[in-house]
């Protein structure tokens, strides 16, 4: 499918509103939401069932071009094979005219999505983590979401509602002032709404074509560089020399001893076993709703502390230089999982590149993954063979300087910026990468996919299927030390 290009000038970007929706609102929420789930777990049966087929005859001797053919998965054929379904089918035949045509499309778009992702994994086409055939979604664990498209989709000119099809009108928690501003502008356009249940609450997220308004930052001409840790979230040392910190809150820790408790009452009552089928107690539901209000107040505050830190960094420097962490390699560690869980160094790499481009159309500098920003003198440029992660000070042997180890690093990571060009923070003004040499020959690489694997009888994903090759995946080009996002 044709990927969405917006006009020039423009940029898309989501709006999300938390909803208060009525007890019927909710149920119909609720409902387009299973609705979906079920579109695409009869995809997914539709679709492996000609695999299964194809493997049996198989087993009987039946020859190549008698077997049975492929199902597409293309969202068309999807769509047709439903529509022509769902008339006759049990299983949706009694109730799929109460949901909007949109619940379904969002299920079935789901699983063309999957399908084509498994297909280009198993063809080495598809970077990272190899990934399996789809399978179907259960109720207890499916995450509760569907996308509107088409139809009535607007935010009310009170700013405190919104309307969506088949739904209604469902009043927003907060105000919607910082969207209808620009519809009534007439420099933004709703493309799509999505609504999902997270963190206990209703929220409905707007995709928009908005106008582009670029925002000069403060300091167009400094570079800083960002040395994110456990103990301090963040150290950043920009070109002029000046070093801040951030403390790390800690939200997930301040808040152990509340589920430590709301854990124990939760163990205390009864319940569900899917072994026995035994339900859960409305004691227990009550005492679960509880601990998972603790869980939510800790990702809301963790999110809110992150988006206030990267929204003044992108605001104030021209160049932001950071590095490229191994977050799941780090979360590996026993000893520290918990703490670089609870600091979110992915979502500060993530937040800094969207704000970075689309806000203030400023440089983000990724450092490479194995630059040793911690064991280089920031004085000299001298390089240590080992920094243990319990020294907690460098002291330089050829110069001398005796610096914090976080401190040293920052400013390690600010030098990098003087191999681009500093930023301005004005449109228009891109920038090249340079390529620099690897500090002390750096050269390792780290494999795109695992090897490939020969399928096993008995597994329905492990059908070849027509358009695949059973070839093994090259590994990935080593990045230059300096990447420009």
Same mark, same amino acid.
């Given at each position: ?27 119909? +929420? ?218 790390? +809150? ?85 000893? +520290? ?149």
């Amino acid at each position: 499918m044709k990927k969405f290009q917006p006009q020039p000038g423009f940029v898309v970007r989501a709006f999300r509103f938390a909803l208060d929706p009525n007890a019927s609102q909710e149920a119909a +929420l609720r409902s387009h939401c299973g609705a979906a789930r079920a579109a695409y777990n009869w995809a997914v049966g539709w679709v492996t069932a000609s695999w299964w087929q194809r493997r049996a005859e198989e087993t009987y001797g039946v020859p190549e071009e008698s077997l049975t053919e492929w199902r597409p998965w293309s969202l068309p054929s999807l769509r047709k094979a439903f529509n022509a379904a769902k008339h006759t089918d049990p299983r949706f035949a009694p109730w799929w005219e109460e949901n909007s045509k949109e619940a379904y499309n969002t299920g079935l778009a789901n699983a063309s999505a999957a399908f084509d992702n498994y297909a280009k994994s198993k063809n080495g086409k598809r970077r990272g983590k190899r990934m399996g055939a789809p399978r179907f979604k259960p109720k207890r664990k499916a995450h509760l979401a569907c996308r509107f498209t088409t139809g009535t989709i607007r935010v009310d000119t009170d700013g405190r509602h919104v309307t969506l099809p088949r739904l209604g009108t469902i009043r927003t928690h907060e105000p919607t002032s910082s969207l209808l501003a620009r519809i009534q502008a007439q420099t933004a356009r709703i493309l799509s709404a999505t609504v999902r249940h997270e963190r206990g609450r209703w929220l409905a997220s707007f995709q928009v074509e908005v106008k582009r308004d670029l925002e000069r930052v403060a300091r167009p001409d400094v570079a800083v560089g960002i040395d994110l840790g456990v103990k301090t979230l963040a150290v950043m040392a920009d070109s002029t020399g000046e070093i801040r910190t951030v403390a790390n +809150l800690g939200h997930y820790d301040a808040a152990r001893k509340q589920l430590r408790r709301a854990s124990r009452i939760v163990s205390r009552r009864q319940g569900p076993d899917r072994r026995t089928g035994r339900k859960p107690s409305r004691r227990w539901e009550k005492a679960n709703a509880q601990r998972n209000k603790v869980h939510h107040r800790v990702a809301n505050l963790r999110e809110d502390a992150l988006h206030k830190l990267t929204t003044s960094v992108a605001a104030e420097y021209g160049t932001v230089v950071v590095e490229d962490l191994n977050v799941a390699g780090m979360v590996k560690n026993r000893r +520290l999982a918990r703490r670089i869980a609870d600091a979110g160094f992915g979502e500060i790499r993530r937040q800094l590149t969207c704000k970075t481009r689309q806000r203030h159309a400023t440089r983000l500098v990724v450092a490479d993954r194995w630059y040793p920003s911690s064991k280089t003198c920031s004085g000299c440029g001298a390089v240590k063979a080992k920094l243990p992660l319990h020294v907690r000070t460098y002291e330089c042997d050829a110069c001398g300087l005796v610096i914090d180890r976080d401190d040293n690093a920052a400013l390690n990571l600010a030098a990098l910026a003087a191999a681009c060009t500093t930023g301005t923070g004005v449109a228009g003004d891109q920038d090249t990468t340079v390529v620099v040499s690897k500090p002390r020959g750096a050269d390792r690489k780290t494999r795109a996919t695992r090897p490939r694997r020969k399928a096993k009888a008995g597994r329905a994903g492990g059908a070849t299927l027509p358009h695949q090759r059973q070839t093994e995946a090259r590994d990935r080009t080593q990045a230059e030390a300096l990447t420009l996002w």
